[in-house]
Every structure is written in C-alpha cells, then in structure tokens.
C-alpha cells in the first residue's frame, strides 16, 4: 500500500510535443478520444491560468459547436480530472478552469524555457541546452487532437519554435566545429522544410567545410529553383553572398580553428558497433518478415544497440551501412510502433552523400518507403519505391519488381488515384501468375488488388482477395501475416458492408492469432473491431470496454494514420451515444484489461 501512495503522490507530465498523453511518474495514464485530449492540450497550453468556457469551446468544435457543447466540455473536464486527480483541474466562480501542475511538468512549456535559458550561454551550454530542449519532441506537436483552427495555430506556432531552435542548434554547432555530424540532420531538415533558407545556407555551409563544393552549390541552386517555382522570388541575400563566398572559395567560410568539442578532439564514433548491428539485423531479416516471435525477441533485447548504429552510420556518413540496418530493422520498427523515430533516421540516411551497392540501394530505399508509409507520408513513400523499383528493374529482380508494383498499388489507393493503383496491382498480379512458385508474391499481389476494388465499392471481389491471400498465408504458416489481413483488411470490408457476423468471426481469429507475437497494430485494430461488433449489437458497454484496452500510447503508434482517425471517430460516436456515467465505468474497467495481460477468451467475451 505505501509503494502505491508513493507513486499517486507523484507529479503529473503532460505531454503536447508528439502524441497528446497525460502520465504520473513513468506510467501513462490512459486518456483517449479527439476532444477529451484536445481539452487537456487547451488547458496544458496555459498551465496556471484561467481558460475561460468560451476559449475551450472555441478551441475544441471548431466554431461550430453544436447546442450541448458546454455540457459536452464540463464532461470532458470531468473525465480529466478522474484520470489527473481532482486536485489538477480547478473551478473558478465565474466560470473557466485551470490546470493547477507545474508548467515545467508540461513538455511544451519546459521546451519554452529550455530555449529561452540557451541564450546568452557559452557555445557549448548552449547546444547542451537547446538539445535537452528539442529532445522533449516526439513527433508532430498536438498529434491526436481535434484540428480546429485554434490548435492547428497552437501546432503550427510550437512547430516553428523547434525549427528555429533545432537551426540555432545546429548553427552553433557550426561554430563549434562540428561539420560533419551535423550534415545529416541539417540534410532532413532542408527534405522537410526546403523554403527555409536559414537551413540550406547552414546545410551549403556545412558541405563545404567538408570539402563538398559541389554539393553545397547544388544545394543553393535546388533552393533558388523551388523559391522561383513555388513562390515566384529570389533568395534572400544572405544565401546569394553565401553562394558567391562558396563560388570563390572565401577563407572567412573556413571552419573555427579547433576541433568542435570541449576537451580538443572531435566526437568519435565506433564503427564496430554499425557493423555488429547490421549483422544481427540482417541475420534476423527474413525471420521477422515471417513474424517470428524468436526475432522479434531478439532484437528487443539489443533494441539501444540498433539505436545507437543508426546513429553512428548517419553521423559518420555512412550511407551503404545506413541503408543495410533499414533494409534489415525496418519491419521490427513498425511492429513495434517505432516508426516516428525510425523515420527521422530513414530521412537522414537517404541523404547521405555517396551510393551504395544497388541491391542494398534499394532495400534500404523499400524500408524507408515503408517506415514512411507507417507515418502516413504516402507520397514521399511512393517516390522512395518508384526510386527501389527502378533500381530492381536494372538488376534484373523479377520478385521484388512484383512485390514493388504491388506496394505502390496499396500507396496510391492512399493517394486516391485508383487508376495508377489498379495498374500497379494488375502488373503485380500478371507477374506473379508467370511465376507461380512464390505463393507469398501471390498473395501479396492479391491484396494489392483486393484493396483496389475495396476502394472501389466492389466489396465482393475485395473479400474474394483477402480471403485467397488469407489461405495462401495459412498454407505457409504465416499465421500472423493472416491476422494481420483479417484484422486490418477483411474486417474493414465486413464493417462497410455491416455484416456484424462476419465481422464477428474475422476479428476474433486475428486476435487469437496475432496475440502470441505481441502485433501490437493488429491486437489493437482486432480489439477495435471487436468493439464495433458489440456497439453494432446494442452492446455498448462492452463496446467502449474494447476500445478502453487498446487506447494507450502504445497501441495507437502501431496503428496507421486512417486507423487511428477511425478510432477517434469511433470513440467519439460512442461518447454520443451512451451514458456518461456508464461510459465511465465501462471505461475503467475497459483501461484495467489490455490485451497483453489477459486471455484471448476473456477479451472474446466483450462481444
């Protein structure tokens, strides 16, 4: 008893800079749904301060709110304080409430302070600091929430904050010295933000100090094009002078005389561990592609070792061992709900200057596209396959070029042009009935098709495919593979055609099978389904119970950005539709069984 006072008395941490998510000590508190979150990230915003009624309807319905829009936000406000403490949340007289925690326990305002401490520090202190700052983002600002035109301003003001002070970072590290790591991140960071002029000049400066000319003109002439094409100006006149101090070698561009580090030498990186990092991953490659609980054990127990060659590879430019760790990790990364940050290596990676092997070429391009696509940047992840498919073409691989054709079908579904994806899945799908022995190809290529005529109302033959892909997975074994189209592919197709039975069946077999390798992506879309299934027969308790299992931060990473939207959805159609105090209780139970802890049979029961 007094081991769990001591962790009730421990301070709440809200988090803004990623995922929405509330925790006490170590452990997340469970908190879902759109508005409740969007709730807290209003009152976070301004810890301890008044946020009127009024600014919180505004900020969570989007101007439209509908008549019972304050009592619908007092119940959210309830909601919070039962998972905060009815201490976090006060009341005021007049009207408003405030969230009563420490700003420096919300990871938006210490990130503030953190920024606003770096200046006026020695070059050193600084960058320590401004790191701390930028280490507190996990992904998008206010991810989760609601996009009203106030948090999307609130997401797009904390965005620019990082910017500026991930380009002072860097610039000071600069100062310091440090060209050559720093060319990889400031490499992403021009991908991502290539209008930023700040970035490229510290990017073009940073090529040069490394003896890459070339490169850091190229860079300045990419930017010119795309502030010409886009936005119909020139470069300002700090990056043109750049380009002209870069043209004529100018000796004020040279880097700092000394070494870039506190103690005179240069950070130094090990190559042993790049080395014996890849070799586990590609040792484990295949095994992971088949699910194999053994593989995925393995690599959990070295996950910081992975980590830490990503790391080093990018830092000393790398690419041909870069791109072998994605080629071989990137399908553990996604199981594991760690896309986020596996994508900011990936984006670092393919930058990296130089070319690798072809064959590594393009099975570091495949694992990037695929991390991409798990972060829901669909197009950046259809560029990366059209790059491996060309690559595989030249070499000659008639498997993978059928594999590619397949993937970029299910991409371009996403990126609603059914006409490029029916083409893709039907050359997919020639080429793998001319090579019949490879009934994996097959399969995949039959999902490919299958979720085109999905996306083209033809429900019939989309539960056709998936189901010939589902037997062709069981004839191999591939009982996670199988779960994976039941849970996230046939079960959607029954839930469009209402079929609730069918539903039932799917569901409940993609549990059972996808439990014991701990998906955590296809346990939760199962366990959704589920809970559809039971609103579906006026089972709503039961429903909400579902859905509170699979709510946690850990099963919404594995999700796909429309599997999550479909969750949000879902959640707030049921806060709608049933009692609030039931929702409640359903809720808590719901938040006491995820489905790791319990047996497959006690989960079933929920329907």
Known sequence: MARTLREDVRPIEIRLLGAVAALRGDKPLELTGSKPLATLSLLALRAGQRVTPDELVEGIWDGGAPEHARHAMHVFVSTLRRVLGPET????????????????????????????????????????????????????????????????????????QRLEALERCLAVELELGRDGPVVGELAALVAAEPLRERSRALLMLALYRCGRQADALACY????????????????????????????????????????????????????????????????????????????????????????????????????????????????????????????????????????APLVEARGLVGASEIARACGDYRHSAMLKEEALRLNEELGDGPSVAALLADLAHLWVRLDDLCAAEAYAMRAVELR???????????????????????????AVATLHYQDAIEVARELGLEGEAAFVRARLLGRVARKKGDYHQAFGTYRRALLDSLPLRDAGTV?????????????????????????????????????????????????????????????????????????????????SAV
């Open 221 to 356: 002439r990419d930017g010119r094009r795309l502030l010409v094409e886009q936005l119909g100006i020139e470069p300002q006149r700090e990056l043109r002078e750049l380009e002209q101090a870069i043209l004529r070698q100018d000796p004020a561009l040279a880097a700092p005389e000394g070494d870039g580090s506190a103690n005179g030498h240069r950070p130094r990186f090990d190559a042993n561990v790049v080395a014996t990092a890849v070799a586990l991953g590609e040792s484990w490659a295949s095994s992971l592609r088949d699910r194999d609980e053994g593989a995925f054990a393995a690599l959990d127990a070295d996950a910081h070792l992975i980590d830490q060659a990503m790391e080093t590879a990018i830092a000393l430019d790398d690419r041909e061992h870069a791109l072998r760790l994605i080629g071989a990790v990137w399908f553990y990364w996604i199981v594991r709900g760690l896309q986020q940050r596996a994508n900011t290596w990936c984006r670092q990676a393919v930058e990296l200057s130089g070319n690798a």
């Open 524 to 604: 939760a879309m199962a366990t959704q389904g589920l809970g559809w299934v039971a609103a579906e027969r006026g089972d709503k308790a039961g429903a909400v119970r579902c859905y509170a299992s699979v709510s946690g931060e850990q099963w919404q990473c594995a999700l796909d950005p429309e599997e999550r939207q479909q969750f949000a959805a879902d959640l707030d159609w049921l806060r709608q539709s049933v009692d609030p105090t039931l929702f409640e209780a359903a809720w808590n139970i719901g938040l006491e069984s995820p489905p790791f802890e319990i047996g497959v049979s006690e989960m079933s």
């Open 433 to 459: 009935r001319n090579d019949n022995t490879n009934l994996g190809g097959v399969a995949h290529a039959l999902l490919a098709l299958g979720e085109v005529k999905e996306h083209q109302g033809n429900l």
């Open 89 to 160: 949340i006060a009341t005021y007289k007049g009207g408003g409430y405030e969230l009563t925690i420490e700003p420096a326990n919300v990871d938006a305002l210490r990130f503030s302070t953190l920024v606003k401490e770096s200046l006026g520090l020695p070059p050193e202190a600084a960058v320590a600091t401004l790191r701390q700052a930028l280490d507190l983002w996990r992904g998008p600002a206010l991810a989760g929430v609601v996009p009203t035109p106030m948090l999307s301003a609130c997401a797009a003001d904390l965005e620019e």
